[in-house]
């Protein structure tokens, strides 16, 4: 937490996970019934933690240069709050975002600065998760400019937070110590066999959760609370809640503490990932960033994962379909859904610190057809 506290000069918030900092900052400043902007490209928990606060979301149109929210075509008037993305760390458009409640999600985005500014201090709270870039399994950081804040988020915090254990702090730390190592080594295809055997990963349909409709109308009718919504938060991460010992802490620690050590290296692969042809068009933009994940639009995406994991590379966080088809109904769908359908089938995320293990398989990949123009 000290890492992040001195990156943004913000108060701080240490938390079990990104996702119940996204709930509470969204509590805390958004009143129940208000129209939240929000990208269609995004993990599935994000919506539901939306839903729970008991806002209504409101899917903006994408921008295929870097899968983000479309600033330019935003009727910003139709919305009280937004909430940000960042996605694999490219930055969102914030400063159109100006005048509104803003919270940014900056899961994907902690190493990344708009300017001299790095991102989670442009809104009323910032979003962190050490899960991402740090690599530490679990974990989130919430930041906020006043103390104020900070002592009602605490309050907030405290009353959700279930009980821990040692079992689950251990079980926490040595699942996230062999994920580490798995993707060091290439073990992909095995750390992902156990980690199903372990139930540490749900089952989907597709890259998305089962959705139950029937079961959230029920859930939406005790919102604005959290607990109701906990069926689907807590995918892959049940302890999302869950008070975390000593021993969870020093472990958060020590993975933050790397990071100014790999900076060069998730900047090298960046370079070497943005030269290929299929790059998304905003990545050349920021090559200065050392990015969660690059992204590219490749024509043929899921043979390349199966391809990418032959290699022994991982390939995570897809967010297909997009929420206007993932969850019709529980959202005010976006004005122009194609270019987000288009982004959500041609994406494929590649880590930069293993770009060198990536690149024999990028090479060989046909760029995605152009995008659909804008409706």
């Keep these: 937490m000290k890492h992040i506290a001195e990156r943004t000069g913000r108060h701080c918030l240490p938390l079990p996970s990104n996702r119940l900092g996204l709930y509470l900052a969204l509590r805390h400043w958004c009143t129940p019934g208000q129209r939240l902007l929000m990208s269609p490209i995004s993990a599935d928990e994000i919506l539901f933690l939306v839903l729970a606060a008991g806002l209504r979301p409101v899917i903006a149109p994408l921008d295929p240069r870097d899968g983000n929210i479309d600033a330019a075509r935003v009727d910003l008037d139709t919305v009280d709050a937004v909430l940000t993305t960042n996605l694999y760390g490219l930055p969102d458009r914030v400063a159109a975002f100006t005048g509104k409640i803003l919270v940014e999600d900056v899961a994907h985005a902690m190493e990344t600065r708009l300017g001299d500014r790095p991102l989670g201090t442009f809104g009323q709270a910032g979003v962190f998760s050490l899960s991402k870039h740090p690599g530490a399994g679990s974990g989130g950081v919430l930041a906020v400019e006043h103390e104020s804040d900070l002592r009602a988020l605490a309050r907030a915090r405290d009353e959700l937070l279930a ?4 079992r689950a702090d251990l079980l926490s730390v040595t699942t996230s110590m062999a994920r580490q190592g798995a993707l060091r080594l290439g073990l992909v295809r095995p750390a992902l066999a156990v980690a199903r055997a372990l139930g540490l990963q749900e089952r989907r349909v ?31 991460l049940h302890a999302y809640r869950a008070r975390r010992g000593r021993m ?38 920021h090559l200065d960033q050392p990015l969660f994940r690059v992204p590219l639009l490749v024509r043929e995406r899921d043979a390349a994962i199966a391809e990418l994991k032959r290699h022994g590379v991982s390939v995570g966080y897809l967010y297909d379909p997009p929420y206007d088809d993932y969850a019709p109904g529980f959202a005010e769908p976006s004005p122009d859904p194609a270019q987000a359908r288009w982004w959500a089938r041609h994406v494929l995320p590649v880590d930069p610190v293993y770009a060198h293990r990536a690149l024999p398989v990028l090479r060989a990949l046909e760029p995605a057809t152009p995008p659909p123009p804008p409706a």
Excluded: C, M, N
């Design 163 to 166: 009980p821990g254990s040692l």
């Design 206 to 236: 597709g890259y998305r959760i089962a959705l139950d409709p029937d079961a959230l109308e029920l859930a939406l009718k005790e919102t604005p609370e959290l607990p109701p919504f906990d069926p689907w938060v807590r995918a892959d």
């Design 248 to 285: 969870v802490h020093w472990y958060q620690a020590r993975r933050l503490a790397r990071l100014p050590g790999e900076r060069a290296r998730r900047l090298a692969g960046v370079a070497r990932l943005a030269e290929l042809p299929a790059v998304a068009p905003a990545v050349r933009d």
